[in-house]
């Protein structure tokens, strides 16, 4: 049995009682017996609602993240708690879902748990559709027969999902690694063969270190992934200078901008400054500049820009844009671009050396700093991505910055 199956079973049995009194309290025919005479002699009974049990009861219930339904023999919820609504599977006092009336009905007749799993249509949700582990308690009535059944309702739909992520990504990874790997293998090979042409020795050995590096940059790159997707993010946070952040992206990506005949241009604005990891945040920016490069023609330039801007809710931000004169991305592939190992051009990639994890590592950092990344682009035209971090509030511009106009070099080289 499952672990949250258990765990499910384990607190029913706990609560089981305290919810046969609270069922019990409503009037329904399965109440608790009545006192008899001599009883009532001695002195009044205490009534069902004295028990201490039964506050405690429902506090329980009602802070359960599990969804609790008591379905009473006409199938009448006669208990939901707040997790159990927010699931949408209640149709008044009804449930809405065949498949859960199913369970409910057979955990009557048989008196026995029961611990199914059950997918709900997105129909009544309105929503994409959920998983649900479902566990069917019967409740003890006044003869042999189950007066009640409670239902405990854990939403796995996330658990699912992360499940399907780590087979795609397992997937990926083994496949990404087996290209340089057997590309390595052939070309040993091939360089015994050829052990008395120099040439081809050369030849081959300029092979390997390509594959080598591009295995490296794999490897690397797969341990940032997992660093910022890691418990703890934001190592060593502090106040970083986004003028900092733009000049180090660049000097990280110098080298490949040379070889491929690009010119980056910088340009700032102010003395912007967010909290987060510097180290971090220079990945991330020189992971879109490195993008851009990649996918940028020779002899074009690429801008990063940083200036202060203000989010949907007033609050200072930092806008830090990568635009280039590239490609650019269709609409049908804007949406992907940022899933692991997603190639707008494999062919592209293939031949600069690229992972397909860049984008993936950005949205990670940018989403632990608690930041947005978005792109515009059009094909033919370039693209331009814009990371936007919470300002600093000592750094909040006054009026005057918005006011004056703001020289930011544009991909031609001229000033706006």
């Known amino acids: 049995m499952p672990v949250w199956a258990g765990v499910l079973v384990v607190v029913a049995l706990a609560v089981g009682v305290a919810l046969g009194l609270l069922i019990a309290a409503r009037r329904h025919p399965y109440a608790a017996p009545s006192v008899s005479d001599e009883s009532a002699t001695a002195g009044p009974a205490p009534a069902v609602t004295s028990d201490p049990s039964q506050p405690l ?105 992360l499940e399907a992520v780590r087979r795609d990504f397992v997937a990926n990874v083994s496949h990404e690694l087996k290209t340089p790997v057997g590309a390595l293998t052939l070309l040993a090979e091939a ?99 490195d993008n851009a490069i990649a996918y940028s023609g020779a002899g074009t330039k690429v801008a990063v820009t940083a200036r202060p801007s ?9 806008d830090i844009s990568v635009t280039d004169q590239g490609i650019g991305i269709a609409d049908s592939e804007r949406d992907r671009i940022f899933e692991r190992f997603y190639r707008v051009d494999p062919a592209r990639s293939r031949a600069t050396g690229g992972t397909g ?23 033919g035209s370039g693209s331009t991505f814009t990371i936007r971090l919470p300002r600093v509030h000592s750094d909040r511009p006054s009026s005057a910055m918005f006011e004056d106009p703001v020289l930011v070099t544009s991909t031609d080289g001229k000033t706006e």
């Not at 369970?103 to 929503?127: C, F, N, Q, Y």
């Not at 700093?369 to 792109?375: A, D, E």
């Open 357 to 379: 994890l860049g984008l993936a590592i950005v949205k990670n950092i940018v989403t632990n700093h608690l930041g947005t990344v978005s792109v515009w682009s059009s094909p």
């Open 191 to 289: 360089i015994q063969d050829a052990a008395d042409e120099p040439a081809m020795v050369a030849r081959f050995a300029g092979r390997i270190q390509h594959e080598g590096n591009r295995l490296a940059k794999l490897v690397g790159e797969l341990m940032e992934l997992s660093r910022v997707q890691g418990a703890d993010p934001l190592p060593g946070s502090e106040e970083v200078a986004v003028s900092w952040v733009v000049d180090e992206a660049i000097e990280r990506t110098r080298l490949a901008a040379e070889q491929a005949s690009i010119t980056v241009t910088p340009s700032s604005v102010g003395s912007l400054r967010v909290r987060g990891n510097s180290a971090q945040l220079a990945t991330a920016v020189a992971n879109l500049v």
């Open 57 to 161: 009861a429902s506090l329980v219930v009602e802070a359960l993240d599990s969804g609790v339904v008591v379905l009473d023999r006409e199938e009448r919820a006669v208990l939901v708690n707040p997790a159990a609504r927010t699931m949408g599977i209640l149709d008044v006092d009804t449930l809405a879902f065949p498949g859960l009336l199913t369970i409910a009905r057979k955990a009557l007749e048989t008196g026995e748990h029961l611990t199914v799993s059950v997918d709900l249509p997105m129909g009544r949700l309105g929503r994409e559709p959920i998983a649900l582990a479902v566990t069917a308690v019967p409740l003890p009535g006044a003869d042999e027969r189950p007066a009640a059944v409670c239902l405990l309702l854990a939403d796995v739909s996330e658990l699912r999902r």
């Open 310 to 318: 203000t989010d949907d809710d007033a609050r200072p931000t930092v």
